[in-house]
Every structure is written in structure tokens, then in C-alpha cells.
């Protein structure tokens, strides 16, 4: 008896998964909506720099916008997943899928792949954290690989304009 009810609760487990992981990413990009405004920050090297988050095509989108490096980044629902794909200065277009902190503070893109890219140990941004502090604050750390190792990383502190 016990065995079946282990199995029922395992079966039932595994076929939550994806209706969750559905859930957990629309909650991501719900989240990641709140940001539409101007943001101003200092940037690595000490420099005030203002990003520009704006919904696009019908709210299906959102866009940000780094003005001091002129970079854009894409963020947008594609199924069940949180995906984002970055328009770097280092002229290539990374993709990343967002995993989104249980507490849904932190949203945690790693590198699935992209496009200008000849070798996947070529020089491109790899990972991005997102962490929400208030609704006034948010944070941003990039990570750069290089030779497909951790090159840098820099973060980057928000405050709503």
C-alpha cells in the first residue's frame, strides 16, 4: 500500500513540473514588467549611467536599454521558459534562460547559446543575475567569458529615476 502511495505522490510530483516551470516564468516576467521606467546607476567604473526599461510588441517584450554602452537587452516568455537575448558591444547576440529564485527575488540567466559567436569559447557576456530589492531598486551582475572561462563581472546598483 505504502508503495503505490509513493508512486501516485512521484507521478503527480513529475507531472507538476512543467505547469510550474510555466507558472514560476510568467511570474518571472511579470516581475521583470515592474522595471518599465528610467533607472540610473553608477556603472564600473564609477560613472552615473541611466537604462531604459520599456514594454514592447503588445507587453510581449520587455526592453532594456543601457544608454552609456548603447546595448540592448530582450526579455521575453517562450513557452515555460524566461529567456533573454543581449545585443552586446562585443558584437554578438547571447541567449540566456532565467531560473527563478524560489522567493522569486532573483532571476538567474545562464548561456544557452547565440548568434555571431564562432566557437563558444569566443568572448561573450555567459550569465546575468537580476535581483529585486524594492520597487525603487534593483541589481544587475553580468558576467564576461572569455576562452570559455569567467573573464569579469560587474554589477550594477538601480535606483528608479
Avoid at 5 to 20: E, M
Avoid at 41 to 55: N, R
Avoid at 64 to 73: D, R, V
Wanted: proline share 3%.
Amino acid at each position: 500500500m505504502k508503495v503505490r502511495t509513493l508512486i501516485a505522490v512521484v507521478v503527480l510530483f513529475v507531472a507538476s513540473v512543467p505547469v510550474w516551470s510555466a507558472v514560476n516564468a510568467s511570474a518571472g516576467f511579470d516581475s521583470l514588467k515592474t522595471l518599465a521606467g528610467s533607472w540610473e546607476a553608477k556603472g564600473p567604473d564609477g560613472k552615473p549611467t541611466v537604462t531604459t526599461l520599456k514594454l514592447v510588441s503588445e507587453g510581449s517584450v520587455l526592453m532594456e536599454e543601457m544608454a552609456h554602452e548603447s546595448m540592448i537587452t530582450m526579455y521575453h516568455l517562450d513557452g515555460d521558459h524566461l529567456l533573454l537575448t543581449h545585443y552586446c558591444g562585443a558584437k554578438n547576440q547571447p541567449r540566456m534562460k532565467g531560473d527563478i529564485s524560489a522567493d522569486g527575488k532573483t532571476i538567474t540567466f545562464d548561456f544557452m547559446d547565440g548568434t555571431n559567436l564562432a566557437s563558444p569559447g569566443d568572448a561573450h557576456m555567459h550569465k546575468m543575475i537580476l535581483t529585486f530589492v524594492d520597487k525603487d531598486h534593483f541589481s544587475e551582475t553580468w558576467f564576461f567569458h572569455k576562452d570559455g572561462k569567467e573573464s569579469m563581472h560587474a554589477t550594477f546598483l538601480y535606483s528608479r529615476k
